[in-house]
Protein backbone atom coordinates (compact mmCIF):
# COMPACT_ATOMS: atom_id res chain seq x y z
CA UNK A 1 0.00 0.00 0.00
CA UNK A 2 1.92 3.22 -1.07
CA UNK A 3 1.73 6.23 1.46
CA UNK A 4 3.03 8.98 -0.83
CA UNK A 5 0.81 10.89 -3.52
CA UNK A 6 0.70 9.97 -6.99
CA UNK A 7 2.92 12.20 -8.91
CA UNK A 8 1.81 13.39 -12.41
CA UNK A 9 4.34 14.94 -14.42
CA UNK A 10 3.20 17.36 -17.35
CA UNK A 11 5.64 18.00 -19.98
CA UNK A 12 4.50 21.39 -21.51
CA UNK A 13 2.49 23.74 -21.12
CA UNK A 14 1.12 24.50 -24.79
CA UNK A 15 -2.85 23.90 -25.62
CA UNK A 16 -3.12 20.55 -24.74
CA UNK A 17 -0.70 20.26 -21.86
CA UNK A 18 -2.53 23.37 -20.29
CA UNK A 19 -6.04 21.71 -20.52
CA UNK A 20 -4.49 18.05 -19.02
CA UNK A 21 -3.25 20.49 -16.26
CA UNK A 22 -6.68 22.68 -15.11
CA UNK A 23 -8.61 19.63 -15.82
CA UNK A 24 -6.40 17.15 -13.55
CA UNK A 25 -6.30 19.78 -10.57
CA UNK A 26 -9.93 19.34 -10.81
CA UNK A 27 -10.72 15.78 -11.71
CA UNK A 28 -8.02 14.55 -9.06
CA UNK A 29 -8.76 16.83 -5.69
CA UNK A 30 -10.47 14.08 -3.87
CA UNK A 31 -7.36 11.73 -4.71
CA UNK A 32 -3.57 11.68 -3.20
CA UNK A 33 -1.64 13.34 -6.19
CA UNK A 34 0.82 16.02 -7.31
CA UNK A 35 0.64 17.61 -10.42
CA UNK A 36 3.82 19.29 -11.72
CA UNK A 37 4.16 21.29 -14.96
CA UNK A 38 6.91 22.16 -16.87
CA UNK A 39 7.15 24.70 -19.44
CA UNK A 40 10.35 26.81 -20.42
CA UNK A 41 8.48 29.82 -20.66
CA UNK A 42 6.48 31.11 -17.57
CA UNK A 43 4.07 32.89 -20.90
CA UNK A 44 1.53 30.47 -21.95
CA UNK A 45 2.72 30.71 -26.08
CA UNK A 46 -1.24 31.00 -27.64
CA UNK A 47 0.28 29.32 -31.64
CA UNK A 48 -2.94 30.48 -32.77
CA UNK A 49 -2.02 34.10 -32.86
CA UNK A 50 1.42 33.95 -34.06
CA UNK A 51 0.89 35.29 -36.74
CA UNK A 52 -0.56 38.41 -35.44
CA UNK A 53 2.80 38.76 -33.80
CA UNK A 54 4.95 37.84 -36.85
CA UNK A 55 2.37 40.88 -38.52
CA UNK A 56 3.70 43.24 -35.64
CA UNK A 57 1.14 43.25 -33.52
CA UNK A 58 1.17 43.41 -29.36
CA UNK A 59 -1.11 40.58 -27.82
CA UNK A 60 -2.40 40.04 -24.39
CA UNK A 61 0.37 38.17 -22.16
CA UNK A 62 -1.51 35.13 -20.57
CA UNK A 63 1.10 33.83 -17.78
CA UNK A 64 1.28 30.20 -16.86
CA UNK A 65 1.42 30.87 -12.79
CA UNK A 66 -1.76 32.93 -13.43
CA UNK A 67 -3.80 30.72 -15.37
CA UNK A 68 -2.89 28.01 -12.69
CA UNK A 69 -3.68 30.15 -9.66
CA UNK A 70 -5.46 28.46 -7.02
CA UNK A 71 -5.19 25.08 -8.83
CA UNK A 72 -2.37 23.62 -6.62
CA UNK A 73 -0.51 22.43 -9.99
CA UNK A 74 2.95 23.13 -9.41
CA UNK A 75 4.33 25.17 -12.06
CA UNK A 76 8.63 24.57 -12.97
CA UNK A 77 9.49 27.04 -15.23
CA UNK A 78 12.16 24.89 -17.00
CA UNK A 79 12.69 22.68 -20.01
CA UNK A 80 12.83 18.72 -19.63
CA UNK A 81 15.99 17.99 -21.52
CA UNK A 82 15.55 13.99 -20.96
CA UNK A 83 13.02 10.88 -20.04
CA UNK A 84 14.25 8.09 -18.62
CA UNK A 85 10.98 5.74 -18.75
CA UNK A 86 12.92 2.94 -16.56
CA UNK A 87 13.29 4.81 -13.60
CA UNK A 88 10.14 6.77 -14.53
CA UNK A 89 11.95 10.18 -14.25
CA UNK A 90 12.56 13.49 -16.40
CA UNK A 91 15.64 15.49 -16.37
CA UNK A 92 15.05 19.04 -15.50
CA UNK A 93 17.65 21.84 -14.70
CA UNK A 94 20.47 18.99 -14.32
CA UNK A 95 18.04 16.70 -11.49
CA UNK A 96 15.74 14.13 -12.04
CA UNK A 97 11.94 14.72 -11.35
CA UNK A 98 10.24 11.34 -10.49
CA UNK A 99 6.53 10.57 -11.96
CA UNK A 100 4.22 7.88 -11.68
CA UNK A 101 2.19 8.71 -14.75
CA UNK A 102 3.65 11.65 -17.55
CA UNK A 103 1.50 13.61 -19.90
CA UNK A 104 3.65 14.56 -23.35
CA UNK A 105 2.45 17.59 -24.38
CA UNK A 106 5.48 18.62 -26.23
CA UNK A 107 3.85 19.96 -29.09
CA UNK A 108 5.75 20.94 -32.26
CA UNK A 109 7.82 23.05 -34.27
CA UNK A 110 7.65 23.57 -38.00
CA UNK A 111 11.15 22.07 -39.43
CA UNK A 112 13.47 24.33 -41.71
CA UNK A 113 15.82 21.09 -42.31
CA UNK A 114 14.14 19.80 -45.16
CA UNK A 115 15.54 22.61 -47.67
CA UNK A 116 19.22 23.91 -48.04
CA UNK A 117 19.42 27.52 -46.69
CA UNK A 118 15.99 27.34 -44.76
CA UNK A 119 17.55 27.11 -41.30
CA UNK A 120 20.13 30.02 -41.63
CA UNK A 121 18.46 32.29 -43.80
CA UNK A 122 14.28 31.61 -43.34
CA UNK A 123 12.32 32.82 -39.93
CA UNK A 124 9.57 30.51 -38.54
CA UNK A 125 6.44 30.94 -36.05
CA UNK A 126 8.33 28.58 -33.91
CA UNK A 127 7.43 30.92 -30.74
CA UNK A 128 7.05 34.31 -30.02
CA UNK A 129 10.94 35.05 -30.23
CA UNK A 130 10.61 33.92 -33.41
CA UNK A 131 7.96 35.93 -34.73
CA UNK A 132 8.70 39.21 -33.16
CA UNK A 133 12.37 38.53 -35.13
CA UNK A 134 10.32 38.03 -38.30
CA UNK A 135 8.10 41.39 -37.57
CA UNK A 136 11.56 43.36 -36.56
CA UNK A 137 12.91 42.11 -40.12
CA UNK A 138 10.20 43.53 -41.95
CA UNK A 139 10.67 47.04 -41.12
CA UNK A 140 13.40 46.71 -43.59
CA UNK A 141 12.18 45.12 -46.04
CA UNK A 142 10.20 45.67 -49.70
CA UNK A 143 9.39 42.01 -50.64
CA UNK A 144 8.37 39.15 -48.38
CA UNK A 145 7.84 35.39 -49.26
CA UNK A 146 5.82 33.10 -47.66
CA UNK A 147 6.55 29.25 -48.31
CA UNK A 148 3.83 26.97 -47.38
CA UNK A 149 0.09 26.89 -48.65
CA UNK A 150 -1.21 25.04 -45.48
CA UNK A 151 -3.24 27.74 -43.21
CA UNK A 152 -0.81 28.65 -41.06
CA UNK A 153 0.74 30.40 -44.14
CA UNK A 154 -1.79 31.61 -45.77
CA UNK A 155 -2.59 33.42 -42.39
CA UNK A 156 1.05 34.90 -42.11
CA UNK A 157 0.58 36.20 -45.18
CA UNK A 158 -2.26 37.65 -45.37
CA UNK A 159 -2.12 38.95 -41.47
CA UNK A 160 1.73 40.53 -42.95
CA UNK A 161 -0.17 42.22 -46.24
CA UNK A 162 -3.26 43.93 -44.17
CA UNK A 163 -0.68 44.99 -41.58
CA UNK A 164 2.01 46.26 -44.06
CA UNK A 165 0.73 47.33 -47.48
CA UNK A 166 3.38 48.46 -48.91
CA UNK A 167 5.36 45.17 -48.67
CA UNK A 168 5.06 43.01 -51.57
CA UNK A 169 3.94 39.64 -50.06
CA UNK A 170 4.40 36.31 -52.45
CA UNK A 171 3.08 33.36 -50.82
CA UNK A 172 4.58 30.06 -52.26
CA UNK A 173 3.25 26.74 -52.11
CA UNK A 174 3.64 23.30 -53.70
CA UNK A 175 0.04 22.69 -53.73
CA UNK A 176 -2.76 25.67 -54.13
CA UNK A 177 -3.12 27.35 -50.87
CA UNK A 178 -6.29 25.98 -48.74
CA UNK A 179 -6.35 22.85 -50.66
CA UNK A 180 -8.07 21.17 -47.77
CA UNK A 181 -10.65 23.50 -48.27
CA UNK A 182 -13.96 23.25 -50.26
CA UNK A 183 -14.36 25.21 -53.17
CA UNK A 184 -16.70 28.20 -52.41
CA UNK A 185 -14.48 28.93 -48.85
CA UNK A 186 -11.20 28.73 -50.97
CA UNK A 187 -12.40 31.18 -54.10
CA UNK A 188 -13.46 33.42 -50.95
CA UNK A 189 -9.68 32.74 -49.98
CA UNK A 190 -8.16 33.65 -53.11
CA UNK A 191 -10.32 37.07 -53.67
CA UNK A 192 -8.65 38.14 -50.20
CA UNK A 193 -5.20 37.69 -51.93
CA UNK A 194 -6.53 39.68 -54.82
CA UNK A 195 -7.78 42.43 -52.30
CA UNK A 196 -4.48 42.47 -50.09
CA UNK A 197 -2.11 42.40 -53.40
CA UNK A 198 -0.86 39.10 -52.11
CA UNK A 199 1.20 37.01 -54.89
CA UNK A 200 0.47 33.01 -55.19
CA UNK A 201 2.04 31.00 -56.59
CA UNK A 202 1.50 27.62 -56.64
CA UNK A 203 3.25 24.43 -58.36
CA UNK A 204 6.14 25.58 -56.83
CA UNK A 205 9.22 23.35 -55.15
CA UNK A 206 11.33 25.77 -53.49
CA UNK A 207 14.72 24.26 -53.75
CA UNK A 208 17.38 26.28 -51.59
CA UNK A 209 16.76 29.25 -49.57
CA UNK A 210 19.20 32.03 -49.92
CA UNK A 211 20.00 35.21 -47.93
CA UNK A 212 18.69 37.33 -50.37
CA UNK A 213 15.97 34.81 -52.49
CA UNK A 214 14.92 31.12 -53.01
CA UNK A 215 15.58 29.12 -55.83
CA UNK A 216 12.58 27.16 -56.78
CA UNK A 217 12.91 23.70 -58.55
CA UNK A 218 11.69 25.06 -62.30
CA UNK A 219 15.01 26.66 -62.30
CA UNK A 220 13.80 30.23 -61.37
CA UNK A 221 14.35 32.21 -58.47
CA UNK A 222 12.36 34.40 -56.68
CA UNK A 223 14.26 37.99 -54.61
CA UNK A 224 13.18 38.69 -51.63
CA UNK A 225 14.35 39.94 -48.76
CA UNK A 226 12.88 38.07 -45.57
CA UNK A 227 11.54 34.41 -46.05
CA UNK A 228 8.85 33.34 -44.31
CA UNK A 229 8.99 29.09 -43.38
CA UNK A 230 5.80 27.37 -42.45
CA UNK A 231 5.63 23.84 -44.46
CA UNK A 232 6.95 20.69 -42.48
CA UNK A 233 6.43 19.48 -38.89
CA UNK A 234 8.93 18.20 -36.12
CA UNK A 235 8.39 16.69 -33.03
CA UNK A 236 11.08 17.43 -30.29
CA UNK A 237 12.99 14.39 -29.93
CA UNK A 238 12.21 13.60 -26.28
CA UNK A 239 10.46 10.46 -26.14
CA UNK A 240 12.09 8.92 -29.33
CA UNK A 241 15.23 9.30 -27.50
CA UNK A 242 13.74 7.59 -24.77
CA UNK A 243 13.12 4.53 -26.20
CA UNK A 244 9.43 5.62 -26.03
CA UNK A 245 7.46 4.00 -29.32
CA UNK A 246 7.07 6.99 -32.24
CA UNK A 247 5.96 7.66 -35.23
CA UNK A 248 8.34 8.57 -38.18
CA UNK A 249 7.25 11.99 -37.66
CA UNK A 250 8.27 11.58 -33.71
CA UNK A 251 5.08 11.49 -32.18
CA UNK A 252 4.09 9.02 -29.31
CA UNK A 253 1.83 6.29 -31.05
CA UNK A 254 -0.80 6.05 -28.63
CA UNK A 255 -3.51 3.42 -27.80
CA UNK A 256 -7.41 4.11 -27.53
CA UNK A 257 -6.91 5.95 -24.31
CA UNK A 258 -4.35 7.90 -25.75
CA UNK A 259 -1.31 5.73 -23.34
CA UNK A 260 1.55 5.05 -25.37
CA UNK A 261 1.77 1.41 -26.73
CA UNK A 262 5.35 0.50 -25.57
CA UNK A 263 4.98 2.45 -21.87
CA UNK A 264 1.37 2.60 -20.71
CA UNK A 265 2.33 5.41 -17.94
CA UNK A 266 3.04 7.81 -20.47
CA UNK A 267 -0.26 9.61 -21.72
CA UNK A 268 0.67 11.37 -24.93
CA UNK A 269 -1.56 14.47 -25.79
CA UNK A 270 -2.17 17.16 -29.17
CA UNK A 271 0.79 17.80 -31.73
CA UNK A 272 3.50 15.04 -30.03
CA UNK A 273 1.28 12.51 -30.21
CA UNK A 274 -0.32 9.79 -33.43
CA UNK A 275 -3.48 9.57 -31.87
CA UNK A 276 -5.78 7.18 -34.46
CA UNK A 277 -9.68 7.28 -35.14
CA UNK A 278 -11.98 5.18 -37.17
CA UNK A 279 -11.00 7.54 -40.15
CA UNK A 280 -7.31 7.84 -39.82
CA UNK A 281 -4.47 9.26 -37.90
CA UNK A 282 -5.86 12.77 -36.03
CA UNK A 283 -3.16 16.04 -37.39
CA UNK A 284 -1.46 18.87 -35.07
CA UNK A 285 -4.62 21.49 -34.21
CA UNK A 286 -5.66 23.21 -31.47
CA UNK A 287 -8.84 21.55 -32.03
CA UNK A 288 -7.84 18.09 -31.20
CA UNK A 289 -5.43 18.51 -29.29
CA UNK A 290 -7.52 20.23 -26.27
CA UNK A 291 -9.62 17.04 -26.50
CA UNK A 292 -6.56 14.93 -25.92
CA UNK A 293 -5.96 17.11 -22.54
CA UNK A 294 -9.05 16.78 -21.83
CA UNK A 295 -9.49 12.94 -22.26
CA UNK A 296 -5.90 12.19 -20.44
CA UNK A 297 -7.04 13.66 -17.32
CA UNK A 298 -10.29 12.05 -17.54
CA UNK A 299 -8.23 8.93 -17.46
CA UNK A 300 -5.81 9.46 -15.06
CA UNK A 301 -8.62 10.38 -12.82
CA UNK A 302 -10.47 7.25 -13.80
CA UNK A 303 -6.90 4.99 -13.16
CA UNK A 304 -6.82 6.58 -9.60
CA UNK A 305 -10.39 5.83 -9.08
CA UNK A 306 -9.70 1.80 -10.18
CA UNK A 307 -11.64 2.44 -13.54
CA UNK A 308 -11.35 0.46 -16.59
CA UNK A 309 -9.63 3.16 -19.56
CA UNK A 310 -12.18 4.37 -22.14
CA UNK A 311 -11.35 5.35 -25.66
CA UNK A 312 -11.01 8.61 -27.36
CA UNK A 313 -13.05 9.85 -29.91
CA UNK A 314 -12.58 12.77 -31.99
CA UNK A 315 -13.52 14.08 -35.14
CA UNK A 316 -12.84 17.58 -36.58
CA UNK A 317 -15.72 20.22 -36.97
CA UNK A 318 -13.98 23.35 -39.50
CA UNK A 319 -11.01 24.98 -40.77
CA UNK A 320 -11.27 28.44 -39.18
CA UNK A 321 -8.86 30.64 -41.27
CA UNK A 322 -8.22 34.48 -40.55
CA UNK A 323 -7.37 36.26 -43.37
CA UNK A 324 -5.94 39.48 -42.19
CA UNK A 325 -8.18 41.07 -39.06
CA UNK A 326 -11.30 42.38 -41.37
CA UNK A 327 -11.98 38.93 -42.82
CA UNK A 328 -12.00 35.13 -42.56
CA UNK A 329 -13.58 32.07 -43.65
CA UNK A 330 -14.56 29.34 -42.06
CA UNK A 331 -14.77 26.14 -43.84
CA UNK A 332 -16.76 23.26 -41.87
CA UNK A 333 -15.84 19.86 -42.09
CA UNK A 334 -16.39 16.01 -41.67
CA UNK A 335 -15.07 14.47 -38.86
CA UNK A 336 -12.40 13.56 -41.05
CA UNK A 337 -11.11 16.81 -41.58
CA UNK A 338 -12.63 16.94 -45.48
CA UNK A 339 -14.95 19.97 -46.60
CA UNK A 340 -18.52 20.04 -46.11
CA UNK A 341 -20.82 21.92 -48.37
CA UNK A 342 -20.87 24.77 -45.28
CA UNK A 343 -18.71 27.36 -45.19
CA UNK A 344 -18.82 31.05 -42.98
CA UNK A 345 -17.69 33.97 -44.62
CA UNK A 346 -16.77 37.74 -43.50
CA UNK A 347 -18.23 39.49 -40.59
CA UNK A 348 -19.85 35.93 -39.41
CA UNK A 349 -16.36 34.19 -40.21
CA UNK A 350 -14.24 37.17 -38.26
CA UNK A 351 -16.68 36.85 -34.73
CA UNK A 352 -16.32 32.47 -34.99
CA UNK A 353 -12.44 33.21 -35.37
CA UNK A 354 -12.10 35.60 -33.21
CA UNK A 355 -14.32 33.25 -30.47
CA UNK A 356 -12.23 29.82 -31.66
CA UNK A 357 -8.55 31.87 -30.68
CA UNK A 358 -9.87 32.88 -27.55
CA UNK A 359 -11.60 29.88 -26.42
CA UNK A 360 -8.65 27.89 -24.61
CA UNK A 361 -8.06 30.48 -21.85
CA UNK A 362 -11.53 30.71 -21.04
CA UNK A 363 -11.84 26.75 -20.91
CA UNK A 364 -8.97 26.62 -18.80
CA UNK A 365 -10.82 28.78 -16.77
CA UNK A 366 -14.08 26.59 -16.69
CA UNK A 367 -12.02 23.34 -15.85
CA UNK A 368 -10.63 24.74 -13.11
CA UNK A 369 -14.29 24.87 -11.56
CA UNK A 370 -16.24 22.77 -13.44
CA UNK A 371 -15.44 18.68 -14.84
CA UNK A 372 -14.87 19.97 -18.32
CA UNK A 373 -16.12 16.87 -20.63
CA UNK A 374 -13.49 15.60 -22.82
CA UNK A 375 -16.32 14.20 -25.15
CA UNK A 376 -17.93 17.76 -25.31
CA UNK A 377 -14.96 19.29 -26.07
CA UNK A 378 -14.48 16.75 -29.47
CA UNK A 379 -18.64 17.40 -30.17
CA UNK A 380 -18.44 16.09 -34.07
CA UNK A 381 -16.15 12.89 -32.82
CA UNK A 382 -18.62 12.00 -29.64
CA UNK A 383 -21.87 12.11 -32.06
CA UNK A 384 -20.00 11.04 -35.47
CA UNK A 385 -17.66 8.46 -35.05
CA UNK A 386 -18.82 5.14 -34.70
CA UNK A 387 -15.74 3.02 -34.03
C1 LIG B 1 0.31 30.57 -36.82
C2 LIG B 1 -0.45 29.33 -36.41
C3 LIG B 1 -1.83 29.33 -36.48
C4 LIG B 1 -2.56 28.21 -36.08
N1 LIG B 1 -3.92 28.26 -36.17
C5 LIG B 1 -4.63 27.20 -35.75
C6 LIG B 1 -6.08 27.25 -35.77
O1 LIG B 1 -6.68 28.22 -36.20
N2 LIG B 1 -6.76 26.18 -35.29
C7 LIG B 1 -6.12 25.07 -34.79
O2 LIG B 1 -6.80 24.13 -34.34
N3 LIG B 1 -4.76 24.98 -34.77
C8 LIG B 1 -4.01 26.02 -35.24
N4 LIG B 1 -2.63 25.95 -35.20
C9 LIG B 1 -1.99 24.72 -34.71
C10 LIG B 1 -1.96 24.73 -33.16
O3 LIG B 1 -1.36 25.91 -32.69
C11 LIG B 1 -1.21 23.53 -32.62
O4 LIG B 1 -1.78 22.36 -33.16
C12 LIG B 1 -1.30 23.52 -31.10
O5 LIG B 1 -0.54 24.58 -30.57
C13 LIG B 1 -0.83 22.19 -30.52
O6 LIG B 1 -0.96 22.24 -29.13
P1 LIG B 1 0.07 21.45 -28.22
O7 LIG B 1 -0.30 21.71 -26.80
O8 LIG B 1 0.21 20.05 -28.67
O9 LIG B 1 1.49 22.12 -28.54
P2 LIG B 1 1.99 23.61 -28.27
O10 LIG B 1 0.88 24.55 -28.20
O11 LIG B 1 3.07 23.82 -29.27
O12 LIG B 1 2.64 23.53 -26.82
C14 LIG B 1 3.77 22.72 -26.54
C15 LIG B 1 4.43 23.28 -25.30
O13 LIG B 1 5.47 22.38 -24.88
C16 LIG B 1 6.61 23.13 -24.55
N5 LIG B 1 7.79 22.28 -24.68
C17 LIG B 1 8.43 21.89 -25.81
N6 LIG B 1 9.49 21.15 -25.49
C18 LIG B 1 9.51 21.04 -24.15
C19 LIG B 1 10.39 20.40 -23.23
N7 LIG B 1 11.46 19.72 -23.64
N8 LIG B 1 10.14 20.51 -21.91
C20 LIG B 1 9.05 21.21 -21.47
N9 LIG B 1 8.20 21.84 -22.29
C21 LIG B 1 8.44 21.75 -23.61
C22 LIG B 1 6.58 24.28 -25.55
O14 LIG B 1 7.42 25.34 -25.11
C23 LIG B 1 5.10 24.63 -25.55
O15 LIG B 1 4.78 25.55 -24.54
C24 LIG B 1 -1.87 27.05 -35.60
C25 LIG B 1 -0.47 27.05 -35.52
C26 LIG B 1 0.24 28.16 -35.91
C27 LIG B 1 1.76 28.14 -35.80
Known amino acids: ?18 MAATSLARRTRRYASHITLINPSTRFVERLRLHQIAAGQQLAVHR ?39 VYAVGSLTTTCVVP ?47 HPHLKVVLISETPPGSMMGP ?4 HLYNGFTR ?43 ASDA ?29 A ?21 AFAAQEIARQLAGRPPRRFRFGYIHQPVSIGRRDAVIQFTNADDTPRRWYLKGR ?20 KRLKVSARLLASSGGKRNRD
Open 1 to 18: MRNRPHRIVIAGAGYAGM
Open 64 to 102: IPDILAGTGVEFVNDRITAIDPVRRSVEVGGSWLPYDTL
Open 117 to 163: GAAQHACTLNGIEAAEAFAARLREAGTVAVCGGGLTGVEAATEVAES
Open 184 to 187: KARR
Open 196 to 238: LGITAMSGSLVTKVRPDGLDLANGTTIPTDVVLWTSGVEVPPL
Open 243 to 271: GITTDRHGRVVTDGSLRSVSHPEVFAVGD
Open 273 to 293: AAVRQHWGTIHGTCQSGIPTG
Open 348 to 367: PAILYKQLVSSSPIYTYRLA
